[in-house]
């Protein structure tokens, strides 16, 4: 009785701390893949992007197996609790909401956000030059926090959508003046490409509204698997040091570092 109770209590131990770093063989990791070039799909429907080959990488070095799980991003979090799968590695930023409910690791990088509208529309940028325009954000992201926090009183009007993709569609369509958009993402998903052609970025990227954009992209993982987290928090500091962070960063940004301050 007393070997069994033992067993139950050092049972729930390791239920409670999490399972130990050692006992990964597979992480199932959440994507967004709408997110070019950060999380996107090839012509055949394989992940790929920065972000997916920063998790290949930390799954490499950890001689894990990488499970890539696609998710949309108001989801996301919520997914993570439900454990639908163990990480999210997918541009999410650090952000003091978000860290009430995950822990995150460290930054893997870190780019600002700006406002792109349409070139022939008289902005600085500012909340009053932008009112009665309308904007299309993604759900649940920063940039959503942002436009409904410091331009939505303003009267732009801020429009959610499931997915970053779909901003550019309706964009397309005439049915958006504009977005908020992650500088990099926005430039590689829509500004280079001839539907971009007439769209340009206006005011200052807005990096000093930390409490909306945080301190960077980090890896979200749940508060109790403490090991998870700290195997990945080091396997970014390797990647930095080994160079392998440096290689994925010139396969997709060369001559440019978004590891950012």
Same mark, same amino acid.
């Given at each position: 009785m007393? @070997? ?5 209590g ?7 701390l999490?399972?130990?770093? @050692?006992?990964w063989k ?8 709408t997110y ?10 394989k992940?790929?992007g920065?972000?997916v080959d920063i998790a ?8 894990v ?6 998710q949309?991003?108001?989801?996301m ?9 163990d990480?999210?590695?997918?541009s999410?930023s650090?952000?003091?909401d978000?860290?009430k409910?995950v822990?995150?690791t460290?930054k893997?990088y870190?780019t ?8 022939d ?12 325009? @309308? ?6 992201s920063?940039?959503?926090k942002?436009?409904?926090g ?12 499931e997915?970053q993709d779909q901003?550019?569609?309706d964009i ?5 003046d504009?977005?908020v ?18 769209y340009?970025f ?5 990096g ?10 980090g ?7 403490k ?7 080091k396997g ?7 160079g ?10 060369a001559?440019?570092s978004?590891?950012?301050?």
């Open positions: 007393f @070997k069994k109770s033992l067993l139950l050092a049972l729930a131990l390791g239920l409670s999490g399972v130990a770093a @050692k006992d597979e992480i199932r990791v959440a994507i967004d893949p070019k070039p950060f999380t996107y799909k090839t012509d055949d429907g992940p790929t920065f972000d290949q990488a930390l799954c490499d070095l950890n001689k197996k990488c499970v890539f799980v696609e949309i991003w108001d989801g979090i919520p997914g993570l609790q439900a454990r639908k799968y990480a999210i590695i997918s999410m650090i952000t003091p978000r860290m409910v822990a995150f460290g893997y870190n600002p956000s700006q406002i792109i509208v349409k070139n529309i008289k902005t600085d940028g500012s909340a009053a030059s932008l009112k009665g325009k @309308k904007l299309g954000v993604l759900k649940g920063t940039q959503e942002y436009a409904k410091e331009l939505a009183g303003a009267g732009v009007e801020i429009i959610a959508y997915a901003v550019y569609l397309k369509a005439g049915r958006l504009g977005t958009a992650d500088v990099v993402e926005v430039k590689g998903g829509f500004l280079d490409t001839p539907d971009g052609k007439n340009v206006v005011g200052k990227p807005l000093q509204f930390v409490k909306y954009f945080g301190d960077g992209a890896i979200a993982v749940r508060k109790q698997d090991d998870l987290r700290a195997m990945l928090d970014i500091t390797t990647l930095r040091t080994n392998t962070w440096q290689t994925i960063n010139d396969k997709y940004f001559g440019t978004v590891w950012g301050d």
